[in-house]
């Protein structure tokens, strides 16, 4: 089981990633930084808490694990 530092970080870098691919599509679709910026902080924010929950749920299901 990860530990909840771990997950932490893993989330962190997951909305990084997310966060500069939805800056590029927003600027993409409305030809503002401002814009682009704004929605990709809104949707890492919304990514992040739902993500981080989803690993501490999956974090407690033992199913598919193989003991070492």
């Known amino acids: 089981m990860d530990t909840q530092l771990r997950t932490i ?9 997310g966060l500069v691919v939805m800056m590029g599509v927003g600027f993409l679709f409305t030809g503002s ?12 924010g ?10 501490r749920i999956w974090a407690r299901i033992n199913w598919g694990r193989v003991k070492a």
Not at 33 to 44: E, F, H, K, P, S
């Open 33 to 44: 930084y401002l814009t682009g910026g704004l929605m990709a902080l809104v949707n890492a």
């Open 9 to 17: 970080v893993k989330s962190c870098f997951w909305q990084l990633t």
């Open 46 to 55: 919304i990514g992040f808490t739902t993500y981080f929950v989803y690993e």
